[in-house]
Each structure stands twice: as C-alpha cells, then as structure tokens.
C-alpha cells in the first residue's frame, strides 16, 4: 500500500482547506484509514478515520469543523478542513493500516505541512 498526500498549506484562522490522499496498491486489503497530524514537539495524534467496523471517528478537537471522505472508485481519500484555528497547525500524515493473521502493519504517506496563521 503507497499513500501520497497533498493539499497543505499557509491559511488564515477561520479559513479552509482540503487535503487529498491518493491510495494505491493493495487497497482493497485495507482495514482503516485516516488522517493523523503532529504538531511541533507533540506526539502524532489520530485526527479523523474510517475504523475497520465501517464507522468513523474524529478527534474531539476537530469535530463539527473537519469531515473524512474517501471515492473508492478514485482509491481517494480526503479531509475537508473547515473553521480552521492556529492550534490546527501541524503535519498532516494519510494512514492506512492493514492486518493479516497475526501480523498488522501500519502505512504511511509523506506528511503535507498545515499552517494556520494571520
């Protein structure tokens, strides 16, 4: 599984983004996928996600302002960043994790930098 996000960038407080992750590969053995970010000197944290139970889960510090959503048929996956705050800067990092029997393994795309600032 490969995973390559785009779509960061410098946007005001209050303003928008989308990020985009292109999904390739195995796609179709993936059992969750998401979004985590990691701001300076943070642990990385799981911002929104599709679980393996087909539901998905946001961070509570983004619910109401951030939406997941994925074209299967495009093998997509997108974050639809709304109302955005300086405590949103961070990178962003497309996730996918898969498992096989006893094994798991976690995938990861390059990160896509976030700024939010006036």
């Known amino acids: 599984v490969q995973l390559q996000a785009y779509g960061g960038g410098l946007v005001e407080p209050g303003g928008s983004l989308r990020l985009s992750c292109a999904v390739s590969?195995?796609?179709?053995?993936?059992?969750?996928m998401g979004w985590y970010r990691q701001a300076p000197g943070k642990q990385r944290e799981l911002v929104a996600a599709f679980t393996s139970g087909g539901s998905i889960n946001y961070i509570d510090s983004v619910k109401g302002r951030f939406a997941i959503s994925r074209d299967d048929a495009m093998n997509m996956m997108y974050l639809q960043m709304n109302s955005l705050k300086p405590e949103d800067t961070a990178v962003y990092y497309c996730?996918?994790?898969?498992?096989?029997?006893?094994?798991?393994?976690?995938?990861w795309g390059q990160g896509t930098q976030v700024t939010v600032s006036s």
């Open positions: 996730w996918a994790y898969r498992y096989a029997g006893d094994s798991e393994f976690d995938y």
């Open positions: 590969g195995s796609v179709f053995d993936i059992n969750a």
